[in-house]
């Protein structure tokens, strides 16, 4: 039986490459997304042509009991679950105070800090029976730094990045390695970056800064900075680390 890796948020940018990258290297590899059932189906079978397994499914991450159900059944159906890629978005929009309805606000929330309190409550205590186990957490700038216009996200991602602290605090020195990893950047995904950019904007942006320049961070070497992260012994885990092109100015400097 395979190790599995299950990844929440699976897209076909960060979630979804870094699900191919596990399943490369050996992983049975869970990919679970809110929509886009053809886009889903697309990636498992990109990963079995290459001679990995992987299952799909469709997950509204928001949705009581959704993430519980889904991890007992991959548990009792898949396999042990050894790796949670925790990608899921929590970007609301650029919205200004007035325009930041108390409903928007809570759901930045529990994209961003409760899907991870309830995946984590759920898969802790069996990771903890095996003595084993690694949660990754994608995170963004909004988690160091808050912005005009990112009410939601900023606080939202901000709890995120607490939250996986104090599970380390807790489950570090029973085996479950959690590293926060926060996307200080651009990322040349088409499928977020490119729609809310827009097709031509995108474009323009991969010709003068990605491609050849490398300006916006690629997703392949995105998974195998998280590969490695799950590799690492433990006696030099790492707890949190900020990724960006060599080009860009650190979060801390603008």
Excluded at 243 to 254: I, K, Q, T
Aim: hydrophobic letters at 40%; one cysteine or more.
């Amino acid at each position: 039986m395979k190790p599995v890796c299950l990844v929440i948020g699976a897209g076909a940018g960060i979630g979804g490459t870094v699900g191919k990258k596990f399943a490369k290297e050996g992983y049975h590899t869970v990919l679970c997304r809110r929509s886009d059932e053809q886009g889903l189906n697309k990636l498992v079978s990109e990963i079995e042509s290459e001679g990995g397994d992987a299952t799909g499914f469709l997950v509204n991450a928001v949705k009581d009991e959704a993430i519980e159900e889904r991890i007992a059944q991959v548990e009792a159906d898949i396999g042990p679950i050894e790796v949670v890629i925790f990608n899921l978005g929590a970007q609301v929009g650029d919205r200004s105070l007035q325009d930041t309805s108390y409903k928007v606000f809570e759901l930045g929330w529990r994209m961003a800090t409760f899907a991870l309190f309830r995946t984590a409550s759920t898969v802790c205590p069996l990771m903890e029976e095996r003595g084993r186990g690694t949660i990754l957490v994608t995170s963004s700038t909004a988690a160091v730094r808050g912005n005009k216009g990112q009410h939601s996200h900023a606080a939202a991602m901000g709890g995120r990045r607490m939250l996986c602290q104090s599970l380390s605090a807790q489950f570090s020195s029973k085996g479950i390695h959690v590293a926060h990893i926060v996307i200080d950047g651009s990322v040349d995904a088409p499928d977020t970056l490119g729609k809310m950019l827009g097709e031509e904007k995108f474009k323009e942006l991969r010709k003068t800064k990605g491609m050849e320049h490398d300006g916006l961070m690629l997703p392949v070497k995105i998974a195998e900075t998280y590969y490695h992260l799950h590799q690492q012994h433990r006696s030099v885990w790492t707890h949190e680390l900020d990724l960006r092109s060599y080009s860009d100015l650190a979060w801390w400097n603008h």
